[in-house]
């Protein structure tokens, strides 16, 4: 005989799975969303300003087609995305999401005047590129990131000590120009973001919750668009070093 009072229980328990299982789908899918098209900003500003003289003139100092300099608003360029993380993880439970969102796109367009100097640098082949391999790169570790049971908790640790050394390094070798250090710290680089990639998806998968407010989850899915697509611009940043061929 069926005890339909168990039978209920396992049915809503099923019924709860699934809308969890596709709630964190669409998450998921809003995560990557706002990641593609912040890249997708971010190239659109680098290839406007490297590529219209008006707009380069604003930014780099140049010699017939060779960069030889920057100009003050490339400096704020450069330093102004940090304040736009700042202010997005610090202050991300004050502000309203549409607020977030709109820093979110802001903080994506001012790193791409940041990073319009790498088409002056590079070549467009070799920035097409390694642009798809860390894509291709960054959607295999992200896909692991997302459907292992592992706990990736340790390992995230280990990456945020990593990740203060390569800063440390990064800026001894400002001042000593060393291409044995550049290149450690170009290969220890792709390594630390190749597997912050992992962990961040693990983590902005267990962040989601189906409770949530669509404005909480909102934020959720900036802040989680954030982060992986820090990892993708600093991956991709250090792969150039190894494949980016100079003009």
């Known amino acids: ?20 299982d596709e709630g964190l789908r669409k998450h998921m899918l809003r995560v990557y969303n706002y990641m593609t098209l912040g890249l997708g900003l971010t190239g659109a500003v680098a290839y406007a300003i490297a590529t219209v003289p008006a707009l380069r003139d604003l930014f780099w100092v140049m010699q017939g087609n060779v960069l030889v300099g920057a100009k003050p608003l490339a400096y704020v360029a450069m330093f102004s995305p940090l304040a736009f ?41 070799s920035v097409a590129r390694t642009f798809f391999i860390t894509a291709a790169a960054f959607g295999a570790l992200s896909l692991y990131g997302y459907t292992t049971k592992r706990d990736l908790s340790a390992m995230g640790k280990f990456l945020f000590i990593g990740l ?19 290149f450690a710290v170009s290969v220890i680089g792709v390594l630390i973001f190749a597997g912050l990639t992992a962990y961040d998806t693990q983590k902005i998968k267990e962040m989601y919750l189906e409770a949530d407010s669509q404005e909480i989850a909102q934020k959720k899915a900036i802040m989680g668009a954030l982060r992986l697509y820090l990892d993708f611009i600093n991956m991709f940043l250090f792969l150039l070093h190894f494949l980016g061929a100079r003009e």
Do not use: E, H
């Open 164 to 182: 203060i050394g390569l800063i440390l390094a990064m800026v001894v070798n400002i001042f000593l120009q060393a291409p044995a250090l550049q």
């Open 85 to 125: 993380i700042l202010v997005l993880s610090f202050g991300i439970d004050r502000l309203k999401a549409s607020t977030a969102q709109l820093l979110f796109w802001l903080f994506a367009a001012v790193f791409g005047a940041a990073l319009s100097n790498i088409l002056l640098i590079y070549t467009g082949v």
């Open 1 to 20: 005989m069926v005890d339909f009072r168990t039978q209920g229980r396992v049915i809503g328990r099923a019924g709860t799975a699934v809308d969890v």
